[in-house]
């Protein structure tokens, strides 16, 4: 996992060990230097990537689209919900945030229950929505990697235009559905387990806490 970016974005390489073959979740970087040492990362080890996937298109998931397209030859995935920011680099969430982004469009729209695969691996598509309309989680043997959905403690927040706190509540209770054993990837802070967050986590047990962290 790098941590990239202002607002310290979880990116993640994950990779089938026997071919090496990999996908890149969340490049939310901006800085030249930040994209360099994932490369050399890479070449390093030789881990060879084979798509980006974004869990949704705000910016600071979505900056180092560009370079890593441009840079590896890689294509672009994202749910069919969220398309349409990634045609939108000056969108207002990017003007808040202070982001001076352009990424390309996406090359595949992902839907919900389809598998993206590499190598002897794969990666489960749930889509979430709640924090945005395209949100999704991706579910692995014994992983998941949850994006803005669900964090260590807390969720992401619901208080944008195009969030909703209805089908945040809907989403959740999918995941809870899912074996306690998943260990969890947040798309910001900590890891965790899905059987910690169901114990402890006030919007898994209630909807009590209304302060959501700022992602």
Not at 144 to 152: K, S, V, Y
């Amino acid at each position: 996992m790098f941590i990239v970016g202002r607002l310290l974005t979880n990116c993640y390489i994950v990779y089938c060990p026997r071919t090496h073959k990999a996908v890149i979740i969340d490049p939310g970087f901006e800085a030249y230097e930040e994209a360099q040492q994932i490369i050399r990362y890479l070449n390093d080890n030789g881990i060879k990537p084979i798509a980006v996937i974004n869990t949704h298109g705000h910016p600071d998931h979505v900056a180092g689209n560009k370079i890593m397209k441009e840079t590896l030859s890689i294509p672009i995935l994202i749910h069919e919900g969220d398309a349409q920011m990634l045609m939108e680099p000056g969108r207002r969430l990017a003007r808040i945030y202070g982001f001076n982004i352009d990424t390309p469009p996406a090359d595949k729209l992902l839907h919900d229950g389809e598998e993206v695969q590499f190598g002897g691996k794969a990666l489960k598509v749930i889509h979430t929505p709640g924090h945005t309309p395209g949100s999704i989680c991706l579910l692995g043997e014994n992983e998941i990697f949850t994006g803005d959905t669900l964090f260590a403690g807390s969720i992401g927040r619901v208080d944008f235009p195009e969030s909703s706190e209805d089908e945040m509540k809907r989403s959740l209770e999918k995941i809870k559905a899912l074996p306690d054993h998943l260990e969890i990837h947040p798309g910001h802070g900590p890891t965790t387990t899905l059987g910690e967050e169901k114990r402890t986590n006030p919007f898994l047990t209630s909807w009590a806490c209304k302060k959501h962290p700022p992602h």
